[in-house]
């Protein structure tokens, strides 16, 4: 082991060094590549340098064009590149969407359009939100399945912990239980949840969402309060976390909305029930958060993502780009 680490240094060096990475990207220049991010911070040093390198080594295009090139009806332009961004918070139109703006690449942002109508806030920030304001040194949470999981809470680590593993608990369990598992949580560790979010977990208002579709950027539909797909049990609510969430944004934009965003992504969190209800709400596409790059005529209700922070042009992001790291 103490080698391991020496020798993929070596080989990353190569890689960038010899020419190697421009021959992977080479290799995938076939592909589409959709870039998935979720949050922005004010320093917008390192998304420039994506941005800029993007634009030196690929060729940016919107969601709704890929899509017509995925199906054959237009030409997909060599190492062709799309950038989506997940959830709707608001240090997207404050800290990116300049950017993007600015170096003229197009972005569809996918919506939890409850979240947008101040309806509720995301619900693992609320998760962490407990976490991070409790006064209790110790919970006992007790899941569905009677299995008690018991927490120490007596420092920072300890909360950051016990909130890492309530929200990757949360995931698996059904809709409802979830939402009544949240509120009995809430009251064990004795914390008011607002019923705003603080602003560092706010949404974009309305007014943003029309002032930058009208400057080109696309608005997607990632349900109405963010569930995992899977663990709808109710076909209606299924159908309105799905297609009510379209409508929601259609009906503020008063343009077709195409693209539709799979909540947490991985192909546990939806299912066939779930794609037939999404080809049925006349979407063009799906995106989910399963790793890779998309082909000619690829199921457009199952496109795969590259999950990326904007943190520079680092060789992970090249590399990751170029396709080093996709099979």
Wanted: net charge neutral.
């Amino acid at each position: 082991m103490g080698l391991m680490r020496p020798l993929r240094s070596l080989a990353r060096a190569l890689l960038h060094s010899t020419g190697a990475l421009h021959a992977v990207r080479f290799r995938h220049r076939k592909a589409l590549r959709i870039l998935m991010y979720h949050r922005f911070s004010p320093e917008t040093k390192g998304l420039k340098e994506q941005c800029e390198y993007i634009l030196r080594h690929y060729q940016p295009l919107s969601l709704k064009s890929a899509a017509k090139s995925l199906e054959g009806q237009e030409p997909l332009p060599e190492n062709a590149l799309t950038v989506t961004v997940d959830d709707g918070y608001h240090d997207f139109f404050r800290f990116a969407y300049p950017v993007f703006r600015d170096y003229r690449i197009p972005v569809t942002v996918f919506l939890v359009t409850d979240f947008v109508d101040q309806k509720l806030w995301l619900w693992w920030d609320q998760v962490e939100y407990l976490f991070r304001h409790t006064s209790e040194t110790a919970a006992a949470i007790e899941w569905p399945t009677g299995l008690v999981r018991r927490f120490s809470l007596t420092s920072e680590d300890h909360r950051s912990q016990a909130c890492q593993e309530v929200t990757n608990g949360l995931l698996s369990v059904e809709n409802s239980q979830r939402l009544a598992l949240m509120v009995s949580t809430a009251k064990l560790l004795n914390v008011r949840v607002p019923a705003l979010p603080p602003p560092i977990w706010s949404a974009l208002t309305w007014d943003e969402v029309k002032e930058m579709a009208a400057e080109g950027f696309e608005f997607g539909a990632h349900t109405k309060t963010h569930p995992i797909l899977s663990r709808i049990l109710d076909a209606n609510t299924l159908r309105e976390e799905v297609s009510g969430s379209k409508l929601r944004i259609e009906d503020e934009l008063q343009q077709p909305v195409l693209h539709f965003c799979y909540p947490n992504g991985s192909l546990q969190d939806f299912n066939e029930e779930t794609l037939n209800l999404v080809r049925q709400s006349d979407f063009w596409t799906a995106v989910t958060t399963e790793l890779g790059m998309n082909l000619l005529y690829a199921n457009p209700f199952l496109l795969r993502r590259l999950g990326v922070e904007p943190y520079g042009a680092t060789p992970y992001f090249r590399e990751l780009l170029a396709g080093v790291r996709v099979q």
